[in-house]
């Protein structure tokens, strides 16, 4: 079973310019899971999409956006790119929506802002 | 902001010897999940405990939970050098996926 998929790995933006990741969850998993790791913030949880729907969003400004497909493939989109969002962005899975459920993460995109 | 706090930041052991890390939280949860992330790559899971149990074992880890004091600690026995990396608490309130994230315990384990 192949397992979560980010592209692309490494990108390395200019300040002011706008970028989409890309996630693809395990197969037959719903819900995707979008967080932030810098070393000053730790990880922080971006939004949560469940059978296309956003079901939660964390505490960022709106340049933070996404989606979900029919697929279950999600995006993600920051625009007007400034120096504080060079992170690694972690995508994560889950078969379903419930509490009890471990979440399986990609490797990350690592988004350089220069 | 993360939810919670671990400690110790960082911790450097000898193989072989037993590694704690602790993890405090702030508010109720539904269950706490212990992850290990290798040098800046994905987070894998290791431990799901629900706020309902006191104690998990799975191989060399032992997890255990202390809702009254909003706490958790993971014990990994009989450590390896492949053990090095940094470990998160996670804990998941509520019915979805959003987890937030302590701080994390960089473990180094010498051979």
């Known amino acids: 079973k192949a397992g979560v998929t980010q592209t692309p790995r490494y990108l390395i933006k200019t300040r002011g310019q706008q970028v989409t990741l890309s996630c693809s969850p395990i197969s037959g998993h719903r819900s995707v899971s979008w967080y932030q790791q810098t070393p000053g913030q730790g990880l922080q949880f971006l939004f949560e999409?469940?059978?296309?729907?956003?079901?939660n969003k964390g505490n960022f400004p709106g340049r933070f956006s996404g989606r979900q497909f029919s697929n279950s493939r999600s995006e993600m989109n920051v625009s007007t790119l400034e120096l504080g969002d060079s992170a690694l962005y972690l995508c994560?899975?889950?078969?379903?929506?419930?509490?009890?459920?471990?979440?399986?993460f990609g490797q990350g995109t690592r988004l350089t802002v220069v | 902001s993360q939810q919670g706090e671990e400690d110790p930041q960082a911790l450097s052991i000898q193989e072989g010897e037993n590694a704690t890390m602790n993890c405090s939280y702030k508010t109720s949860i539904n269950n706490l999940q212990w992850y290990r992330q290798n040098s800046g790559r994905g987070l894998v899971h290791l431990i799901l405990i629900r706020s309902n149990e006191r104690e998990k074992h799975s191989g060399r880890l032992r997890v255990t939970l202390d809702t009254s004091k909003k706490s958790s600690s993971l014990l990994i026995t009989a450590s390896r050098a492949a053990d090095t990396a940094s470990y998160f608490c996670?804990?998941?309130?509520?019915?979805?996926?959003?987890?937030?994230f302590g701080t994390g315990t960089s473990l180094t384990v010498i051979p």
């Open positions: 996670a804990t998941v309130r509520g019915t979805g996926n959003q987890f937030y």
């Open positions: 999409y469940f059978s296309e729907t956003q079901r």
């Open positions: 994560a899975s889950s078969p379903f929506q419930g509490s009890n459920t471990e979440a399986f």
